[in-house]
């Protein structure tokens, strides 16, 4: 079936520019994360959507990322006013509710110039 | 939260010998254990998991161990080939499977042919 979709696959923009980020994740699957991975470096939380509840925000690293996930189906991540620390790889993630492993998406590269 | 560390960050065997990954968590109450390949360039891919019920698992040349007394767990490969290079990331979840999952920092494994 189909896997996490996630676009665009690569993204160039200015710094201070403002980016959407868009991940459709594993139809059913009702947990949806956000993983940041930096050229050579590991897997960085950012955020986690379960269900209807509220959103675990605890990684997003300053005010000026977001994300939102509309109608428990697809998410979008914000990053506005982008800086070029910001450029990496953005991974999306889905899995079922019980244990269960995750589903990554081929992550969009984004680019700050 | 949870914390994962994992060891080596680097790891060099010969082809056909075999290579040992280790983790330890914090968190008592994680239950769930994935380990995920990534290829360069690549997303993250599960090769095998364990939940707390089971000491180890093992699928052909891959298996992992879980010492809850000690939380830490270790993924092994027998008989490595060339295509097992890659990074190997470990996690730990809670016991619902709903929270969030934590990653370690990731193991840069080379097989010398």
């Known amino acids: 079936g189909a896997g996490v979709s996630q676009s665009p696959s690569n993204k160039v923009t200015e710094k201070g520019k403002d980016v959407e980020l868009r991940c459709d994740p594993i139809?059913?699957?009702?947990?949806l994360y956000w993983y940041r991975q930096s050229l050579g470096q590991g897997l960085e939380f950012l955020i986690y959507?379960?269900?209807?509840?509220?959103?675990?925000k605890s990684g997003l690293p300053s005010d000026r990322f977001s994300a939102e996930r509309t109608g428990g189906s697809v998410s979008t991540l914000t990053i506005q006013r982008t800086q070029q620390e910001d450029s990496a790889v953005y991974l999306c993630?889905?899995?079922?509710?019980?244990?269960?492993?995750?589903?990554f998406g081929n992550g969009t590269r984004l680019t700050v110039t | 939260g949870e914390n994962v560390e994992q060891h080596p960050s680097t790891l060099s065997v010969q082809e056909g010998d075999s290579a040992v990954i280790k983790c330890t968590y914090s968190?008592?109450?994680?239950?769930?254990f994935p380990w995920y390949k990534q290829e360069l360039g690549k997303r993250p891919q599960l090769i095998i998991d364990?939940?707390?019920?089971?000491g180890e698992k093992k699928d052909q040349r891959i298996a992992v161990t879980l010492n809850k007394t000690a939380k830490h767990f270790s993924l092994h490969i027998t008989e490595t080939q060339p295509e097992d290079s890659a990074v190997y990331f470990c996690?730990?979840?809670?016991?619902?499977?709903?929270?969030?999952?934590?990653f370690g920092t990731g193991t840069r494994l080379t097989i010398i042919p």
């Open positions: 993630a889905s899995r079922e509710p019980v244990n269960s492993p995750l589903h």
């Open positions: 139809s059913g699957h009702t947990a």
């Open positions: 959507f379960q269900g209807n509840s509220a959103p675990d």
């Open positions: 968190d008592s109450a994680s239950n769930y």
């Open positions: 364990i939940r707390s019920n089971v």
């Open positions: 996690a730990a979840s809670g016991f619902l499977g709903n929270e969030k999952l934590t």
